[in-house]
């Protein structure tokens, strides 16, 4: 008997995540054509900062299959921020089974799943810097945040414990002083605050910007309100009115998403017309065509510019093998482009803007 429960005991925590019931009954009530459930004017209304930086992004449903696809989606919006469609299944795909539900983004394979699908990311140090780490920890999101990278930001919520524990025969943390100390992941996607953005230091009535995703909203919490509590599960005292997440008291874990490899082109970033939920091929859906629009920044009126589009990881980023090629001379600085030519929901699509070589005199 005792052997049966240490194995159902192994078997519920290593799947923690989402780890959260209301997440899912967000999913499962969105899926069922219910309104979206009411949130605090405090948490889903935008304070008022003399300076911000939020990226242009769409919030949303993840998953609920396997373990829920919440680092899959994140990393899915983050790189939307930075111009490229990528599947949650695609996210998956790309990595190695670490815990929990076959590739489940966690922790030790979430490098692999970034470097596999060409995104270039910088991971706060959560195994060398000293603790306990929320200073350290808001202060590389802010700084990150500030320059237009989007954060994925493995967090608690209140009541969850971690993703699978330590003396379970598969978990992959047994061997790592913070055992995986986090229960979602969220993407984090602005930064506010009444002190210039080049001042990297956090200040407590500075804003984050992030999705919880399970709804279409999103949502502000102050930097004072994201430290937690953890004993024998976690407590968010700040949190409330519809956003749960905080940060462990002692471990942050966070990973900044700067663009692709190999770098190059300008700042762009991408939004799809069918942005709330991806269809869910994992549970049967069939996927869909959807319509992107690019939004090009940073370009020299005058100036003849390149749009390339790449259908696949392994092509991408390599000019003589593009999906299409759209060449255009700016008119102002911005630049939107709806692509005519529709994308397939389960795949990858990524673009980029280079100056046109061949215009250059």
């Known amino acids: 008997m005792l052997r049966i429960a240490w194995i159902f005991a192994a ?20 899926k069922a054509g219910e309104p979206e459930a009411p949130c605090s004017i405090g948490v889903c209304a935008k304070p008022t900062k003399k300076y911000e930086r939020i990226l242009n992004t769409q919030a949303g449903y993840q998953w609920g299959d396997a373990g829920g696809y919440c680092g899959s989606w994140s990393i899915q ?23 929990g539900n076959d590739n489940e983004i966690l922790e030790p394979n ?18 060398n810097t000293a603790t306990p780490q929320t200073d350290a920890g808001r202060r590389f999101m802010k700084k990150h945040l500030a320059v237009g990278n989007p954060l994925v930001q493995m967090i608690m919520l209140p009541g969850d414990g971690y993703p699978c524990p330590s003396w379970s025969p598969d978990c992959a943390y047994k061997d790592l002083p913070h055992k995986g100390a986090y ?30 995703d399970a709804g279409t909203r999103a949502l502000y919490r102050s930097m004072s309100s994201l430290p937690g509590s953890y004993d024998s599960e976690s407590h968010c005292p700040g949190a409330g009115g519809g956003s749960s997440m905080c940060l462990h008291p002692k471990w942050v874990f966070s990973w900044a998403i700067q663009g692709f490899e190999p770098s190059g082109g300008l700042p762009l970033s991408l939004t ?26 940073g370009l020299e009126p005058g100036q003849v510019y390149v749009l390339y589009r790449w259908d696949s990881v392994e092509s991408a980023f ?4 593009a999906h299409s090629v759209n060449r255009f001379t700016a008119s102002e600085a911005t ?10 929901s389960d795949g990858t699509t990524y673009y980029r803007c280079i100056v046109d070589s061949t215009a250059l005199v």
Do not use: C
Not at 14 to 22: K, M, Q, S, W
Not at 193 to 204: A, C, I, N, Q, R
């Open 11 to 30: 078997l519920t925590i290593a799947g923690a995540l989402p780890g959260d019931e209301a997440t899912m009954q967000a999913i499962r009530a969105f």
């Open 77 to 99: 919006r983050a790189a939307m921020a930075k111009g490229a469609w990528i599947s949650q299944q695609q996210v998956r795909d790309r990595t190695f089974h670490a815990s």
């Open 110 to 127: 979430i490098g692999t799943a970034l470097t596999n699908l060409k995104i270039k990311a910088v991971a706060f140090d959560v195994n």
């Open 183 to 212: 229960s979602h992941i969220e993407p984090i996607v602005g930064i506010m605050s009444d002190k210039p953005l080049t001042d990297e230091d956090f200040y407590d009535d500075d804003y984050i910007v992030h999705y919880d």
């Open 272 to 297: 799809v017309d069918q942005w709330e939920q991806e269809p869910d091929t994992r549970s049967g859906e069939s996927p869909t065509g959807l319509t992107g629009t690019v939004t090009i920044e």
């Open 318 to 321: 390599d000019y003589t093998h």
């Open 335 to 344: 630049e939107v482009y709806t692509d005519p030519e529709t994308f397939s």
